[in-house]
């Protein structure tokens, strides 16, 4: 395993506790990517360097901690600049990822089937095309011959012109792929379609098992499912489809929502939309707005929203003395009265399962048959066939 330390600022007026949970996220991302974080460097600053993200000082005391502790690569928390990429690259003298090249790199380790693949090709191409240097591996040393190459063009300008081909024939290829899972959604008739959406790691393949009594790969790490599954499910007499989705994420790169355009059609195109949340984690709240805002990126915000909090199982509550209620905090509130405060608080349905231990799992169940059920009533008003 790799080892490697990770680097943030804290600019004036961020919540320091944010960017510690930001930094947890980003060792569990290096963790599932294969390498292991031995160390964190902060720094408050006013706002990121231009130059080199972290001020000079720090800059050195990361140089020399690498240098001590042979360390194989440096991650930043956020998505850095070519410019900052490069002067980073050359103060540090080791391997630098921000944390777009460190998801995009798991995702190319998770991609299984072609089509997954060539969506996340893609995305690579489109983050790497700005920040060739003299660095960067020729992605065809033999390409040549007469007329494929300019005057004076150096080995740069090759391989940029190398990357925008492969962007343009990948893009080919993903249109036509669009254009077949188009015709396989239409094809699947009139059924209600339901969509698991949710925070990475949330438990949505877990429940696809559960409800679909199928063999969705499921992991208890980030981004195990890329390609969307879709099964369909029959719940008592009321058949529809459920698909399970990519997981979404903070500061999820955009090249990725672009080029994973087809597999969120699949949450776009849906009736319903069962939006799973890891009650477990400390940052949840902070989870669901991430993937609201995401919902919102693609146009699916205005469907119906089922909330399901999941692994209620690993919920950990720590309770206070009567003299501590002052300093109250989510963990200090037991799973009944938080579950009191959101069923409260959303305008939409919500429940609190366990898909692992498979608690409240038949409540689900009737609650999702009767959203299905009066979204195919509204569609057929007349057909009574089903009940």
């Known amino acids: 395993m790799e080892r490697a330390v990770v680097v943030s600022v804290i600019p004036q007026g961020t919540d320091e506790e944010r960017v510690k949970e930001n930094l947890d996220e980003l060792e569990f991302l290096a963790e599932t990517a294969g390498a292991q974080s031995i160390k964190r460097f902060t720094q408050k600053v006013d706002k990121a360097n231009s130059r080199t993200y972290v001020g000079t000082g720090k800059l050195e005391e990361i140089k020399a901690y690498i240098e001590e502790n042979q360390c194989d690569l440096v991650l930043f928390d956020d998505e850095l600049s070519p410019s900052q990429l490069r002067n980073l690259d050359k103060e540090l003298n080791c391997r630098i990822l921000d944390r777009t090249n460190l998801i995009l790199d798991i995702f190319a380790q998770r991609a299984k089937t072609a089509y997954a693949k060539t969506q996340v090709e893609l995305a690579q191409y489109q983050y790497l095309l700005p920040r060739l240097t003299r660095m960067w591996t ?59 959406v949710g925070y990475t790691n949330a438990g949505k393949s877990t429940l696809m098992n559960l409800l679909s009594k199928s063999d969705v790969f499921a992991e208890n790490k980030l981004f195990a499912t890329l390609d969307t ?127 692992k231990d498979k608690i409240n799992i038949d409540k689900l169940r009737k609650d999702i048959y009767e959203m299905v059920r009066s979204v195919h009533d509204g569609r057929y008003p007349f057909n009574n066939l089903l009940y």
Not at 251 to 273: A, C, G, M, N
Not at 304 to 330: C, G, H, Q, T, W
Request: proline share 3%; hydrophobic share 40%.
């Open 138 to 196: 020729h992605l065809e040393r033999q390409r040549g011959g007469i007329g494929m190459r300019g005057p004076g063009e150096s080995q740069i300008e090759t391989d940029r012109r190398i990357i925008l081909n492969k962007i343009s024939l990948l893009k080919e290829q993903l249109k036509k792929i669009d254009r077949q899972m188009s015709s396989q959604r239409g094809n699947r008739g009139s059924l209600v379609r339901v969509a698991l």
């Open 229 to 355: 599954t879709v099964r369909k499910v029959v719940i008592e007499n009321v058949p529809f489809l459920l698909s399970d989705t990519v997981g979404f994420i903070r500061k999820l790169p955009t090249q990725l929502i672009e080029s994973f355009k087809s597999t969120l059609d699949e949450v776009r195109e849906s009736d319903i939309l069962l939006h799973v949340v890891d009650i477990s984690h400390p940052d949840f709240e902070e989870q669901i707005k991430a993937v609201n805002g995401t919902l919102m990126d693609i146009g699916a915000k205005d469907k119906p929203i089922f909330m399901v909090f999941n692994k209620i199982d690993a919920y950990k509550y720590k309770a206070l003395s009567e003299y501590d209620f002052e300093s109250e905090k989510r963990e200090n509130i037991p799973l009944e009265r938080l579950e009191q405060m959101w069923v409260a608080k959303e305008n939409s349905a919500c429940i609190f399962i366990s898909a």
